[in-house]
């Protein structure tokens, strides 16, 4: 039904540029944002742990009665979209936040040199690399695996000197050289995306992929008649596997307000 919820998990903090994006867009909608805070980042996991939590996440999604699931972690759509998907069948929709990246760069860079960031697990797989090559539009993709920085985003290092010069050692890296526009292939990422448009004195595109995700969920749901029209004020409520003070922090930052968090750990 519309008024049932849209679930929402990433290992962290991330998912929240994702869910300010969506609340932004479709204030009427109920939110339900797990963030699985005992195994972050997902970026060094094996593809088999990664996909082990995920589906212990959506059965907790889905006894929440949500009627959408999104992986709101790049991490974890290159491990675990399809089982996902599988394993939810037709009890909600399941949207990653790769594909409306995807359909983005097809969409504005036919012919184009774009760059990467990431994760090791979202650059090592490929997945970004092997959609853009079946578009068949002559794009070249530079990608380069960015670890550090999920995990000084999480312990609240961005936006100062220590992002900065960590951003700076990355974006210099040859393998970036002479991009055109820049994927950003974390959705901690866009917490220092005016940094790294620093870097490039905004001279090219940085793709951030909260808000191309905010309008494909709201494309999807209008094609499914799943859009929330009611008029009874929206909720959001938010879930932990390990309760983390900077976690806490960040729920106030991106909604300007307290959040209460439950402590939901997926294995007793």
């Known amino acids: 039904m519309a008024n049932q919820p849209i679930g929402i998990y990433d290992s962290g903090i991330g998912g929240l540029t994702v869910t300010q994006a969506i609340t932004s867009l479709l204030p009427s909608e109920n939110i339900i944002y797990f963030g699985d805070t005992a195994h972050l980042p997902y970026g060094d996991k094996s593809t088999a742990a990664i996909q082990s939590y995920s589906i212990k996440i959506c059965d907790v999604l889905l006894k929440q009665n949500c009627k959408a699931i999104l992986i709101a972690c790049n991490s974890a759509s290159a491990a675990s979209y399809e089982l996902v998907k599988e394993y939810v069948g037709s009890k909600a929709l399941v949207i990653n936040v790769i594909d409306p990246v995807i359909d983005h760069i097809k969409a504005r860079y036919t012919q184009k040199t774009i760059g990467l960031i990431g994760t090791k697990k979202t650059v090592f797989s490929n997945v970004y690399k092997i959609k853009i090559e079946e578009l068949h539009e002559n794009i070249n993709l530079k ?27 990355y974006l210099s890296s040859p393998e970036l050289a002479d991009i055109e526009a820049l994927i950003l292939g974390c959705t901690h990422y866009p917490l220092i995306k005016k940094q790294i448009s620093n870097f490039y004195e905004n001279k090219i595109e940085i793709i951030d992929s909260s808000e191309i995700v905010a309008q494909y969920l709201a494309a999807i749901l209008s094609k499914n008649i799943l859009l929330n029209h009611s008029n009874s004020e929206s909720y959001k409520k938010f879930f932990v596997s390990d309760y983390t003070q900077s976690f806490e922090a960040s729920t106030k930052i991106f909604f300007n307000e307290k959040i209460n968090l439950s402590h939901y750990p997926l294995w007793d």
């Open 143 to 169: 990608s380069l695996a960015t670890p550090l920085l999920a995990h000084i985003i999480e312990e609240g290092f961005f936006n100062n000197s220590i992002s900065e010069n960590i951003i700076e050692t």
